[in-house]
């Protein structure tokens, strides 16, 4: 694992999903795990008032008590509160089993930056996230 | 209705005459579908022939001042009337029919109506329009009974979402074994992940499978002599897989005992108990899975300290309706169907912050 890097938070349910998405993750820095809508949103919020927010969030939109749209929404809220710039809010890449386009309408007017249908190939993840602007090398570890 | 009859008629538009209302009523009293016509109050004034005749064998002097769910059969209107019970806060078709006459704009739903002897409830699609007769504020209801067609989807939506989580996830550890650089106890961990999601896999299609052929009175049980202790493991092994970090499931200690059940249903029956209760706990939860006999009946209890809101208490055991969430999972319907109509058990819950939610399963015990 290396030394320096991202934080990441993975919203995912499914416990496997979650054990394939840390694995897929953890070269490129620190990765949580929140396994339904609130406990995301109390994971953001900490790292956000605590000047450490998160780079990158992999949200799930099919979760129990609070789906990924509504985790969605209430991230971007706390961010226009706080006037951050678009530029500078955290990318958020949305995930879901189903590809169907009314998920996928949702999520990008939710303002995500991406979407990845299940399963999720490492290559595309690390193709996206070179899309997105992360520091991605050769060897696949954050420089 | 006689003239006679109709100038004494409660409400004021069947007392008027046809041609006072163009023939309307006359109308509304032939179209060939379940109809009728509610007063503000979503009370019954008239029915079309359909609905009198059809949905049960209804008079007009038994109709009128009644709701929908009166003559529907709804479980909730039995002690105090459509519209007058705790769980009618939350029903779709209520609160569908108050936004139709607030908006005074057409508002259609799919609804399931709980009705006694169904398991899972009703389900009919109800479509309700604000007009106005004669001057008089009415609302013009027709409803279609049976499974609406987004309802079937909704079915093959968790289906497919289910499976589809899991076999991604095949996929994902597959991809990640591939990896030759990878540690060997992290191969060892990642290959018994492997296994379990391939198990997971498979109890989700049989699953599935089960409760469909259930609903279609396909399933028969084949009762063996089982040994409630081990099946209770092995309910908690497989429910584990689905937990939540940090969340523990404890099967309490219990002497030997054996009772005659088919052995997939039971294990089906308190694998979707188990499940639904770890999925509702966060991390530091436990879920405690227990059995005991009393009275002559085999009692297996989950719990766990979640209290579920009032609204998510309507809706346990109906069609479609899950506490995870909106398109989520078969819910408690499946357990309720296989438990019940199947195994000729009862399947019941409770919640409150006293003692956290509760399911039982209890099934009369039967000899060796």
Not at chain 1, 9 to 34: C, H, I, K, S, T
Not at chain 2, 47 to 65: H, N, R
Request: charged share 25%; aromatic share 6%.
């Amino acid at each position: 694992m290396s030394q320096v890097g991202y934080r990441i938070l993975v919203v995912e349910d499914y416990p496997a999903n979650q054990v394939v998405m840390e694995r897929f993750l953890e070269p490129y820095g620190r990765v949580d795990l929140a396994g339904n809508g609130p406990d995301a949103i109390a994971m953001f919020k900490e790292a956000f008032n605590g000047q450490d927010p998160y780079d990158l969030i992999c949200l799930d939109i099919m979760l129990p008590r609070m789906d990924g749209h509504e985790v969605l929404n209430k991230i971007r809220d706390m961010e226009r509160n706080r006037s951050i710039a678009a530029s500078m809010r955290v990318k958020i890449i949305m995930t879901s089993a189903l590809g169907d386009s009314r998920n996928i309408m949702a999520a990008f007017r939710g303002e995500c930056e991406s979407y990845l249908q299940k399963p999720i190939r490492r290559e595309r993840l690390v193709a996206e996230l070179k899309e997105l602007g992360f520091n991605v090398d050769k060897d696949d570890t954050v420089t | 209705m006689n003239i006679e009859s109709r100038s004494l008629h409660p409400h004021p538009l069947l007392r008027w005459d046809e041609s006072d209302t163009g023939g309307l009523l006359a109308i509304l009293k032939n179209v060939p579908h379940f109809a009728g016509i509610l007063d503000e109050e979503g009370r019954f004034i008239l029915a079309s022939d359909e609905l009198l005749t059809s949905v049960e064998p209804l008079t007009e002097p038994d109709l009128l001042g009644k709701r929908p769910g009166d003559i529907l059969g709804c479980a909730n209107a039995v002690e105090a009337g459509c519209g007058s019970g705790a769980a009618c806060e939350f029903c779709r078709a209520s609160n569908s029919m108050i936004k139709a006459v607030e908006t005074k704009d057409l508002v259609s739903v799919e609804a399931s109506i709980p009705v006694l002897g169904h398991i899972g409830g009703k389900a009919y699609r109800f479509t309700f329009r604000p007009f106005s007769i004669a001057g008089h504020s009415t609302i013009l209801l027709s409803f279609s009974p049976g499974m609406p067609e987004t309802k079937l989807d909704h079915y093959e939506r968790v289906f497919f979402h289910d499976i589809l989580n899991a076999s991604g996830s095949l996929v994902g550890l597959l991809d990640i074994l591939d990896d030759n650089g990878i540690p060997a106890q992290q191969k060892t961990d990642e290959l018994s992940l492997l296994k379990q999601v391939a198990e997971h896999l498979h109890g989700e299609l049989e699953g599935y499978s089960m409760t469909l052929k259930a609903q279609r009175h396909q399933l028969v049980p084949h009762e063996m002599l089982l040994d409630v202790g081990e099946i209770m493991e092995r309910v908690a092994v497989a429910a584990r897989t689905h937990a939540p970090t940090g969340v523990q499931l404890l099967v309490d200690r219990i002497s030997p005992t054996a009772i005659r059940c088919d052995d997939s249903l039971l294990f089906r029956v308190l694998f979707n108990m188990a499940k639904n209760a770890v999925e509702a706990c966060s991390a530091g939860d436990e879920v405690k899975l227990a059995f005991f006999s009393q009275d002559g009946r085999s009692i297996f209890s989950v719990t766990n300290p979640g209290v579920m809101s009032r609204e998510q208490k309507s809706m346990v055991f109906r069609q479609g309706a899950s506490t995870k969430g909106v398109g989520r999972g078969w819910g408690t319907f499946g357990m309720k169907l296989l438990g019940e109509e199947i195994l000729g058990g009862k399947v019941s819950f409770s919640s409150d912050t006293a003692g956290g939610t509760e399911f039982r399963f209890i099934l009369p015990t039967k000899g060796k």
